[in-house]
């Protein structure tokens, strides 16, 4: 199991009280695949450096966890199609 740090930045046009569950839904996939949720960060709002899909703010999340590579790599397919979701990054922290 690796441990990942993904970035999330959802969009401005789902409510902030919505942003939790939805993550939360996406997140069904990794704990289904045997990996652990270690951390969620709901960092709020803020502007983006660049406009994405037309978009100039968006809600970040950063979310700790440890998986299986393919459950990762599910988890970003997943949540690159759902449309609330503006960008995700993947991070492979280093195992010690």
Same mark, same amino acid.
């Given at each position: ?12 046009? !789902? ?21 652990? !949720? ?24 950063? !979310? ?33």
């Amino acid at each position: 199991m690796r441990h990942y740090e993904i970035m999330v930045i959802v969009d401005p046009d !789902v409510d902030d009280r919505q942003v939790p569950g939805l993550i939360e839904n996406h997140l069904k996939v990794i704990t289904g695949g045997g990996g652990k !949720v270690e951390n969620i960060d709901l960092m709020g709002r803020s502007r983006l450096a660049y406009d994405i899909k037309k978009k100039s703010e968006g809600f970040r999340v950063v !979310v700790n966890l440890g998986a299986e590579s393919a459950t990762v790599k599910e988890l970003d397919r997943r949540m690159t199609i759902d449309e609330k979701i503006l960008r995700t990054k993947v991070f492979r922290l280093d195992d010690k």
